[in-house]
């Protein structure tokens, strides 16, 4: 058995930047982290446009009260404002931490660090290091982990949380290289798992983004109610990014559309004037997504050879001139060329939406306790970054306030850790118990013989999640897609793996975040099922107005084998009354 002080599920931004807080706080408690890649692989590692803080570098008139206002407006007033207020008030302090750290940032011709304008944000605030803000800062803090002495386990998959009561005690994992399996045992684990967009059949994020974290989660059983899982939050809340390149779904970041490109229809409109007639192509994505759609929907969508009635819009950077393009944007030109032969500087590339965010996930206060349900706390269990919900995007995330939740929870989860295991003991676990399950498992899944492929019924998973959980939704079609959950789920006990070996076996575990894909899958439907109103990304078509009456409340979803019990927990509000919610 492995013994930690602390133990970190996830290497991308918001693990990596509480391991070094903790150690900053405390230098001899005794940190390790585990990712799945390694850690400078991480999802976060991807991230282009940049992160948010209003540091008044290009827009004095900034404020962390105007970026607060924004962030509440963006997330159709879901979000918890005390969260959004520590968030945004301490937004400028992290990033000159960032910066100390060695963050190299773009820069205006003064020195300062530079700021772009992004969709839903009323100031240009958001600071970038070009189009490759994630790499820029993932490989500081990373390189800093080693400097700090935090424990790294790269490729080892972390299978299940050891939960017993209220505590969390530990967690199992597979060595992805040697088949080993190994029980951890410490004080305070603390999941930052990051995201599911591969959920979806058509996504921006990496083949690791499975929701691991979330599913795990969810599958842990609480004390609070017999066979009553730990809920999680929100799940409905599906983040579509207008702006995924046609027909691979890989990100063009929102920074084009910050640094002026259009969005144009067959007939060479920009659309946007009927949907968003003050902030255009920067409307907050949920509002852009859907104007794409409709357009799609009203026959004004492009096709190859360039007639009405396709599935993509154009975003056009023509007139932007190559200088500009190449030093403000050069990675999404150069994904446009590489993946579908696009020449951006003369040619409009051809984008819809694309599953990107996940503003839900594992329920959190503010200082990342996870909750037990909603008035109760769990202990030794913490959780921060994209799997965790504290709620500071609530139904609609603004682009650049991801990576910035990482890094400002992140560094308070890491010095709420750091103060939380001053005085616990190591729990107590029964290796032998854990070990023989794992174990068990494993050897189940390398020896069933069944003759479904993974990767088939996977893409009928997320095939069924993106037909019946897209951009719009109805009960009818919500309710198909749920029975049809029901019979893939059937299918996972009829899957066979071709490689038999415990060594370095992607297909072990593909199929092992194959049930965590079809976990999440069905809580996010099952939420949204449940939700009749539209709000943020939630837009259902037969419920098509917000209702604060009833649902100006927080989802929160309890898996078990025999279903997702649904309930509801209040919002912070505190500063803002909601308002319609125009642009
Ligand atoms: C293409 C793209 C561009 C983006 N651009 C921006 C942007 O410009 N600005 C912005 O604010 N946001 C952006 N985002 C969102 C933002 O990047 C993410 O929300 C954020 O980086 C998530 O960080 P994280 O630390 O929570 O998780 P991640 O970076 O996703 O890391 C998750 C970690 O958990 C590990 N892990 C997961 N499951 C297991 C397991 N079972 N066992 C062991 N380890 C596991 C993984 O190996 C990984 O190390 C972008 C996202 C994408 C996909």
Redesign the pocket.
Known sequence: MFKHDVFI?????????AALEIKKQNPALDVAL??????I????????????ASLKNVDPDDGWKAHAFDTVKGSDYLADQDAVEYLTKEAPEVIIELEHLGVLFSRLEDGRIAQRAFGGHSHKR?C?AA?K??HAI?HELVNNLRRFGVTIYEE????ELIFEGKEAKGVV?FNIGDGRLEIVSAKAIMF????Y?RVFNT????Y??????LA?SALTKGAATPNASLPLEDMEFVQF?PTGLYPVG??I???VRGEGAYLRNSEGERFMARYAPNQMELAPRDITSRAIVMEIRAGRGINPDGSSGGIYVHLDLTHMGKEKIMSRVPFCWEEAHRLVGVDAVTQPMPVRPTA???MGGIPVNTDGRVRLNGEELTEGFFA?????CVSVHGAN?L????????VVY?RRVGRAIASYVSNRNLPDIDEKKYLAKAEKRIKDLLNQKGNIRINSLRQEFQDCMTEHCGVFRTEEVMGEGLSRIQNLKAKYSQIYLDDKSRYWNQELIEA??LQ?IMIVGEIILTSAFHRQESRGAHSREDFPGRNDQQYLQHTLAYYSSRGVKIDYMPVVINMFEPKERKY
Request: glycine share 18%; proline share 1%; net charge negative.
């Open positions: 599920v996830g290497g991308g931004l918001a693990g990596c930047r585990v990712a799945k890649t390694h850690p692989r991480s999802h976060s590692v991807a991230a282009q446009g940049g992160i948010a958001t970038y189009d803000t994630g993932l080892w998959y972390v299978m994992m930052a798992t990051g995201g967009g996504t921006s994020n990496d690791a983004s499975t929701g691991d974290g795990m990014h890989v990100l970041s929102e920074a990107h965010y996940c921060a970054g994209e799997c965790a995330r682009g650049s306030n991801s990576l910035l939740e990482c992140g092992l975040e965590n």
